[in-house]
T-cell receptor, first 112, second 113 residues
Framework: AQSVTQLDSQVPVFEEAPVELRCNYSSSVSVYLFWYVQYPNQGLQLLLKYLSGSTLVKGINGFEAEFNKSQTSFHLRKPSVHISDTAEYFCAVNNAGNMLTFGGGTRLMVKP | DVKVTQSSRYLVKRTGEKVFLECVQDMDHENMFWYRQDPGLGLRLIYFSYDVKMKEKGDIPEGYSVSREKKERFSLILESASTNQTSMYLC????????????FGPGTRLLVL
């Protein structure tokens, strides 16, 4: 069985500050890892995904994430956030089946 | 662009009613999914379909059924709605491989009174 833990349910941050949203997973096999974003009143859309190869993955809107196999983590980072980044962020894992397991979500609140 | 549409953005139903939520995708995706989203719990998979008339139970199938008669359409059915099924329901679709991105609809917010 696989599980995903997002360690922070809410992250408040000032505009132009850096941010890290943390994600840890547990799985007994190799995994594919995803970050999705949900803007208010919308469905989810993909930010980035790790399938294999380089452990640093770059996504849309200036976000990046680093896969750390030894720590079973896939933390999401952005060096300078904007008001428009206010949203809920979900980490998800797929262990080569067809079903994603999602974390509980982290609400990023960017303040002016 | 992939488009996933859901039949309603908001629904209000009474306890005991039969509820149909419909989802349509326009990209010929093999896989379709129904999730339930609740605060602090993230998204939980209700059912998954990998082909027409094929389905698999997800993590929380109790109280729900699904139907996939055409490739582009996947319906979620609440046979007898209960107040604990008040939630946001999200549909998604993807190509067959587990590496593929899932594309989500805008969601249906269901209130059961």
């Amino acid at each position: 069985a696989q599980s995903v833990t997002q360690l922070d349910s809410q992250v408040p941050v000032f505009e132009e500050a850096p941010v890290e949203l943390r994600c840890n997973y547990s799985s007994s096999v190799s995994v594919y890892l995803f970050w999705y974003v949900q803007y208010p009143n919308q469905g989810l859309q993909l930010l980035l995904k790790y399938l294999s190869g380089s452990t640093l993955v770059k996504g849309i809107n200036g976000f990046e994430a680093e896969f750390n196999k030894s720590q079973t983590s896939f933390h999401l980072r952005k060096p300078s956030v904007h008001i428009s980044d206010t949203a809920e962020y979900f980490c998800a894992v797929n262990n080569a089946g067809n079903m994603l397991t999602f974390g509980g979500g982290t609400r990023l609140m960017v303040k002016p | 662009d992939v488009k996933v549409t859901q039949s309603s953005r908001y629904l209000v139903k009474r306890t005991g009613e039969k509820v149909f939520l419909e989802c349509v995708q326009d990209m010929d995706h093999e896989n379709m999914f129904w999730y339930r989203q609740d605060p602090g719990l993230g998204l939980r998979l209700i059912y998954f379909s990998y082909d027409v008339k094929m389905k698999e139970k997800g993590d929380i199938p109790e109280g729900y059924s699904v139907s996939r008669e055409k490739k582009e359409r996947f319906s979620l059915i609440l046979e007898s709605a209960s107040t604990n099924q008040t939630s946001m329901y999200l549909c998604a679709s993807s190509l067959r491989s587990p590496q593929e991105t899932q594309y989500f609809g805008p969601g249906t917010r269901l209130l059961v009174l």
